[in-house]
């Protein structure tokens, strides 16, 4: 059975950092591309960042330049690194495969205020 666990969010103010930690069980992350995505109170789930197995990365425009993702696969774990953060990155942050394929975790609560 796939279990995602997400981890490090947090209360933060306008401009500072936080580190995500996602690891996965099962079948989940050996050779998938993993991805992380948001979802705002109101608002759709929205994708964030993915990365393959072999590190290739992507952003959606509202975060690049300002988050990295990245990965370790002896551990099946990925990272969100999110700097510069702005109160409308607010959002429960989860992880998944690019194709959601998975049950979804309980995702990690980031929220951006002063």
């Known amino acids: 059975q796939v279990q995602l666990v997400e981890s490090g969010g947090g209360l933060v103010q306008p401009g500072g950092s936080l580190r995500l930690t996602c690891t996965a069980s099962?079948?989940?992350?050996?050779?998938?591309?993993m991805a992380w995505y948001r979802q705002a109170p109101g608002n759709q789930r929205e994708f964030v960042a993915r990365?393959?197995?072999?590190?290739?990365?992507y952003y959606a425009d509202s975060v690049k330049g300002r988050f990295t993702i990245s990965r370790d696969n002896a551990k099946n774990t990925v990272y969100l690194q999110m700097n510069n953060l702005k109160p409308e990155d607010t959002a429960v942050y989860y992880c998944?495969?690019?194709?959601?394929?998975?049950?979804w975790g309980q995702g990690t609560q980031v929220t951006v205020s002063s």
């Open positions: 998944n495969d690019c194709y959601g394929a998975h049950s």
């Open positions: 099962g079948n989940a992350f050996s050779g998938n591309v």
């Open positions: 990365i393959t197995y072999f590190y290739s990365t």
